[in-house]
Structures are given as C-alpha cells and as structure tokens.
C-alpha cells in the first residue's frame, strides 16, 4: 500500500511559477514510476509527466515540455513538478499517482495509487 499526498498549489498569474510535491509513504517509494495528471473542470483527467523508478526517463505532454520539470529523490520518499511560465490554461486540479513497475507510464488506468490532488489556478 503507498499513500500519496500532495502540496504546493497555489494561485498564480500568467507566466509564474510553481512547485508541487508528493509525498510517499512506505518503504518501496523506488520500485514505483511515478506520474504527474491533471483535472480541469468538466474536463477528464489528463497526463502531465511521469517518471521512472530510478528518476532516469521522463516523458513530458506536448503542451508542457519545456517548462515542467519532473524529479524525485528516492531518499525523500517525494516527487516533485517544478512548473515554470504558467499559462491560464494549466489551471487544474493536479494529481500524483504510483505505478508498480520498472517502465515509464502515460495513461491513468494504468496506476495503482492516486493522492488526493492540489489545485493550480493560474490567472491572466
């Protein structure tokens, strides 16, 4: 079993900055990939980032690559997405979730465990 929570959101204007974080429990934080999605209203849940157990792959959305950053520290037990020149429509709520496995994983049916999400607004 793996809890995950997140922090760091915020609101922000246009072209601002944030960095969220996740937060593992459990002592096998390394042998799960780990992903980044996000939910605006109305609207399914989308993939973000995701990044393999060893921190060494990471796939970005189109829209994001570029200014999101992906990263984790094993040691920490945490993910983390660093989201640089935010744009209005990166508004959402954003989710971390944990995949079992030794790839790298851009579909939500396919983790294992979700945290409850934090918002990001970002106004023009």
């Known amino acids: 079993q793996v809890q995950l929570v997140e922090s760091g959101g915020g609101s922000v204007q246009a072209g601002g900055s944030l960095r969220l974080s996740c937060a593992a429990s459990?002592?096998?934080?390394?042998?799960?990939?780990m992903g980044w999605f996000r939910q605006a209203p109305g609207k399914e849940r989308d993939f973000v980032a995701t990044?393999?157990?060893?921190?060494?792959?990471?796939s970005y959305k189109d829209s994001v690559r570029g200014r999101f950053t992906i990263s984790r520290d094993n040691a920490k037990n945490t993910m983390y997405l660093q989201m640089n020149s935010l744009k209005p429509e990166d508004t959402a709520v954003y989710y971390c979730?944990?995949?079992?496995?030794?790839?790298?994983?851009?579909?939500?049916?396919?983790?294992?465990?979700w945290g409850q999400g934090t918002q990001v607004t970002v106004s023009s």
């Open positions: 979730a944990a995949k079992y496995g030794s790839s790298w994983y851009t579909n939500a049916y396919e983790y294992d465990y």
């Open positions: 459990g002592r096998t934080f390394s042998s799960y990939a």
């Open positions: 990044i393999t157990r060893s921190g060494g792959v990471t």
